[in-house]
């Protein structure tokens, strides 16, 4: 079985039990130290996208980080290739401005300058790093923007912890193999021409003894602070960031 097909297989399990559990999964519900990433994340949403933009969000799962985008007011288009995962995704926001749709991020059904803004919450390593890059910039608009939170392949220790999901039948080999990188990164900046990023998570496989010993509002600070000293730009566990298509 090729590794798409076991990730669907994998999502499409994760969403029937889901739905049977009516047990929904939000970045809002992460430690506090962890979240970090995921509120800059959020904030970018907010400063670029408002109830006129057209956002097209690519593997958006059973919804995680849909919220955000809805909340903007703007055309919501979430993608992913679990049809089940969409199902629970359309369960939890029915009432909103959203549209779902299964796609390939390798192949997206849409036409070139479709959207505004285009968003990623962890599925770069879910496809070819540079076919999902092309077609990233072929559907944004001319001086749309794409937005993404993703897992930084560098850290030995978090390199490490990926291996031990793949020997656990966790996660695909193919995953492992296209996780970002910081070359993968500077393809970005050189196909779009301006990037800014932002790192975060030097020490995040310590937060759970962190949460214990100091209580999460406090590990946060220490995480925080690290990250402002030390160069967390090889060590990090997250990654966000934005490029303008000019």
Do not use: W
């Not at 559907?139 to 930084?152: C, M, N, Q």
């Not at 490490?160 to 020997?167: E, F, G, M, S, T």
């Not at 193999?177 to 975060?200: A, C, H, N, S």
Request: aromatic share 10%; hydrophobic share 40%.
């Amino acid at each position: 079985m090729a590794d798409k097909d076991i990730e669907k297989a994998r999502y499409d399990k994760s969403a029937k039990q889901a739905l049977d559990n009516n047990n929904f999964s939000s970045v809002n519900n992460l430690t506090e130290s962890i979240r970090l990433p995921y509120k800059h994340y959020q904030s970018l949403i907010i400063k670029y996208a408002n109830s006129d933009s057209y956002i097209l969000e690519i593997g958006a799962g059973m919804g995680e980080n849909t919220e955000m985008l809805l909340n903007t007011g703007a055309n919501v288009f979430a993608t992913d290739i679990s049809g089940k995962s969409l199902s629970v995704l359309s369960k939890r926001f029915q009432h909103c401005r959203l549209i779902t749709q299964v796609a390939d991020m390798e192949k997206l059904p849409f036409d070139d300058i479709s959207f505004d803004v285009v968003v990623s919450a962890g599925s770069l390593s879910y496809g070819d790093n540079d076919i999902v890059l092309h077609e990233i910039y072929r559907v944004l608009k001319p001086r749309g923007v794409f937005i993404a939170i993703d897992s930084l392949n560098h850290n030995p220790i978090y390199r490490l912890n990926r291996y031990i999901h793949y020997l656990r039948n966790r996660r695909s080999l193919s995953t492992l193999q296209r996780m970002p990188t910081l070359m993968l990164l500077e393809k970005y900046r050189l196909k779009f021409g301006r990037i800014d990023v932002v790192f975060f998570g030097a020490i995040s496989y310590l937060s759970p003894i962190f949460n214990k010993m100091f209580g999460e509002h406090i590990s946060a600070k220490i995480s925080n602070k690290i990250d402002t000293l030390v160069s967390v730009k090889k060590s990090a566990f997250k990654f966000v960031m934005v490029v303008e298509k000019e």
